[in-house]
C-alpha cells in the first residue's frame, strides 16, 4: 500500500493525467509540488512509523509497558486520551478528503482526463479518481498518524508531571521526588531521541514545500485561482497543521515540565516562611494562618481568597501557595538543594540539543518570517 498509494499513483498522476493544453480551470500547474510534498512527508512518517512498531513494539512505543507503574488516575485518563486520539486523526483527515474528493469528482466529471485506459472513457476516469483520492487518503492519514501519536505521548508525559506536582503537598522525602524526577527526564529523553529526526525531516520539507509554493505562486504573469491553486492550498493547510501538532505538542510538555522548577521553588518559599513564621515584622505582610478552620496549617495570600482562576492554573502553574504539611520533616539545606538539582536538571522535548519550548519556536517563527519576506522581496518586489 505505502509504494502503491505514496509512489505509484502520484507518479502516474503526474506524468499521465498532466494536461498542458487544458484550459485554465482543468490544467494542474502546481501538481508537482503537490505530490512531492505529500510523497515526501508520507515517506517519512512511514519509516519513522514502521522503525518504532518493529523495534519497540506497539505496547512499548505507547509506554503502556510503564503504565503498572503509575497511578490510577495517570492509567484512566491515558486510556481515555487513546481512545479519542483516534478520533482526533478523524477530524483532521476527514475535511482534507471531503475538500479534496469535491475537487477530483469536480474536475474528472468537467472533462479534465479523457484517457480511455480501460476501453470506456467513464470507467477510466471513475477508476483513476478513486486511485488518486486513495492516495490522498492514505498520505495524510500517515502523517497525522504519527503526529497524533506523538501528541498522545507528550499527553502521558503531561498527566505524570501533574501527578507528580502532588508530593510537594504531602509529606516526602527529597530522594523519593528526585527518583520519580528522573525517571520522567529519562522518559522525556527517549521520547526525544525517538522523534528528533522525524520533527526535524517534517519540519525542513514543510517548509521547503511552503517556499516552493510561495516561489511558484508568486512569478510574474502567474493566474492563482481556486481551480488551480486549490490543490496547492490544501496540501499546504494540510502539511502545516502536522507541523502544527508537533510544535504544540512539544512546547506543551516542555513548558508543563519546566514548570516544575517555579512548583519547587515556592514549595521551598512556603516551607521557609513557615519555619521562621513571627521571626519578624514582614512575615505576618505575606502569609496569615486561619486558626479556626478544620486545617490549621493551611497557608495562603490574604488577597487571593476571593480570586477564581477557574481552568486557566493546574497543579503545576498557579498562583496558590502550598499547604504546610509537616514541613518541618525536611531541612533547609534539602529543599535548597533540590531546588538547585531542578534549575539546573530543566526537562523537556529536545531537537539534537535544542529545546522545543516556547522560545525556541519564536526563533523559528522569526527566521521563517524573514525567509518569506526575503523571497517575496526577490519576486514581487516587496520592500
Same mark, same amino acid.
Given at each position: 500500500?505505502?509504494?502503491?498509494?505514496?509512489?505509484?499513483?502520484?507518479?502516474?498522476?503526474?506524468? %499521465?493525467?498532466?494536461?498542458?493544453?487544458? =484550459?485554465?480551470?482543468?490544467?494542474?500547474?502546481? #501538481? @508537482?509540488? /503537490?505530490?512531492?510534498? +505529500? $510523497?515526501?512527508?508520507?515517506?517519512?512518517?512511514?519509516?519513522?512509523?514502521?522503525?518504532?512498531?518493529?523495534?519497540?513494539?506497539?505496547?512499548?512505543?505507547?509506554?503502556?509497558?510503564?503504565?503498572?507503574?503509575?497511578?490510577?488516575?495517570?492509567?484512566?485518563?491515558?486510556?481515555?486520551?487513546?481512545?479519542?486520539?483516534?478520533?482526533?486523526?478523524?477530524?483532521?483527515?476527514?475535511?482534507?478528503?471531503?475538500?479534496?474528493?469535491?475537487?477530483?469528482?469536480?474536475?474528472?466529471?468537467?472533462?479534465?482526463?479523457?484517457?480511455?485506459?480501460?476501453?470506456?472513457?467513464?470507467?477510466?476516469?471513475?477508476?483513476?479518481?478513486?486511485?488518486?483520492?486513495?492516495?490522498?487518503?492514505?498520505?495524510?492519514?500517515?502523517?497525522?498518524?504519527?503526529?497524533?501519536?506523538?501528541?498522545?505521548?507528550?499527553? %502521558?508525559?503531561?498527566?505524570?508531571?501533574? =501527578?507528580?506536582?502532588?508530593?510537594?503537598?504531602? #509529606? @516526602?522525602? /527529597?530522594?523519593?521526588? +528526585? $527518583?520519580?524526577?528522573?525517571?520522567?527526564?529519562?522518559?522525556?529523553?527517549?521520547?526525544?531521541?525517538?522523534?528528533?529526526?522525524?520533527?526535524?525531516?517534517?519540519?525542513?520539507?514543510?517548509?521547503?514545500?511552503?517556499?516552493?509554493?510561495?516561489?511558484?505562486?508568486?512569478?510574474?504573469?502567474?493566474?492563482?485561482?481556486?481551480?488551480?491553486?486549490?490543490?496547492?492550498?490544501?496540501?499546504?493547510?494540510?502539511?502545516?497543521?502536522?507541523?502544527?501538532?508537533?510544535?504544540?505538542?512539544?512546547?506543551?510538555?516542555?513548558?508543563?515540565?519546566?514548570?516544575?522548577?517555579?512548583?519547587?521553588?515556592?514549595?521551598?518559599?512556603?516551607?521557609?516562611?513557615?519555619?521562621?513564621?513571627?521571626?519578624?515584622?514582614?512575615?505576618?505582610?505575606?502569609?496569615?494562618?486561619?486558626?479556626?478552620?478544620?486545617?490549621?496549617?493551611?497557608?495562603?495570600?490574604?488577597?487571593?481568597?476571593?480570586?477564581?482562576?477557574? #481552568?486557566?492554573?493546574?497543579?503545576?502553574?498557579?498562583?496558590?501557595?502550598?499547604?504546610?504539611?509537616?514541613?518541618?520533616?525536611?531541612?533547609?539545606?534539602?529543599?535548597?538543594?533540590?531546588?538547585?538539582?531542578?534549575?539546573?536538571?530543566?526537562?523537556?522535548?529536545?531537537?539534537?540539543?535544542?529545546?522545543?519550548?516556547?522560545?525556541?519556536?519564536?526563533?523559528?517563527?522569526?527566521?521563517?518570517?524573514?525567509?518569506?519576506?526575503?523571497?517575496?522581496?526577490?519576486?514581487?518586489?516587496?520592500?
Amino acid at each position: 500500500m505505502f509504494v502503491v498509494f505514496t509512489l505509484v499513483v502520484p507518479a502516474i498522476s503526474h506524468f %499521465l493525467l498532466a494536461c498542458a493544453d487544458c =484550459d485554465s480551470y482543468h490544467s494542474r500547474p502546481y #501538481d @508537482s509540488v /503537490v505530490q512531492l510534498s +505529500l $510523497s515526501s512527508v508520507a515517506s517519512v512518517s512511514f519509516l519513522c512509523l514502521t522503525r518504532f512498531v518493529s523495534k519497540f513494539g506497539l505496547r512499548r512505543f505507547l509506554f503502556f509497558d510503564k503504565l503498572c507503574d503509575e497511578s490510577e488516575t495517570v492509567r484512566r485518563n491515558y486510556t481515555n486520551q487513546l481512545s479519542t486520539s483516534l478520533h482526533i486523526v478523524s477530524y483532521f483527515v476527514i475535511p482534507c478528503f471531503s475538500a479534496m474528493s469535491a475537487y477530483k469528482i469536480w474536475w474528472y466529471a468537467s472533462g479534465g482526463s479523457q484517457i480511455p485506459f480501460l476501453g470506456n472513457v467513464v470507467l477510466s476516469d471513475s477508476v483513476a479518481c478513486i486511485m488518486e483520492l486513495c492516495s490522498w487518503l492514505y498520505r495524510t492519514t500517515v502523517i497525522f498518524l504519527v503526529c497524533v501519536l506523538f501528541r498522545l505521548i507528550c499527553h %502521558l508525559q503531561i498527566l505524570r508531571l501533574q =501527578d507528580f506536582a502532588k508530593v510537594f503537598q504531602i #509529606d @516526602s522525602d /527529597v530522594g523519593s521526588i +528526585l $527518583s520519580e524526577h528522573l525517571r520522567i527526564r529519562r522518559h522525556l529523553r527517549i521520547i526525544s531521541h525517538r522523534y528528533r529526526s522525524f520533527i526535524l525531516c517534517v519540519l525542513i520539507l514543510v517548509t521547503g514545500s511552503q517556499f516552493s509554493s510561495l516561489l511558484i505562486t508568486t512569478k510574474a504573469y502567474t493566474e492563482v485561482n481556486i481551480y488551480r491553486a486549490g490543490e496547492l492550498a490544501l496540501c499546504s493547510m494540510t502539511l502545516v497543521t502536522a507541523l502544527f501538532i508537533l510544535l504544540r505538542s512539544a512546547s506543551k510538555i516542555t513548558h508543563k515540565a519546566q514548570a516544575v522548577t517555579c512548583l519547587a521553588a515556592k514549595w521551598h518559599v512556603c516551607a521557609t516562611l513557615e519555619s521562621f513564621e513571627g521571626g519578624d515584622g514582614e512575615t505576618s505582610t505575606l502569609v496569615t494562618r486561619h486558626n479556626n478552620n478544620k486545617r490549621p496549617d493551611v497557608i495562603t495570600l490574604t488577597e487571593s481568597d476571593s480570586e477564581d482562576y477557574g #481552568d486557566e492554573e493546574d497543579d503545576l502553574d498557579n498562583n496558590n501557595i502550598i499547604h504546610a504539611y509537616a514541613f518541618n520533616t525536611m531541612s533547609f539545606q534539602k529543599r535548597q538543594a533540590l531546588v538547585s538539582y531542578f534549575e539546573n536538571n530543566r526537562a523537556g522535548i529536545t531537537v539534537y540539543g535544542f529545546t522545543l519550548d516556547r522560545g525556541t519556536l519564536h526563533t523559528i517563527f522569526g527566521l521563517e518570517l524573514s525567509l518569506v519576506l526575503w523571497l517575496l522581496g526577490k519576486t514581487i518586489g516587496i520592500s
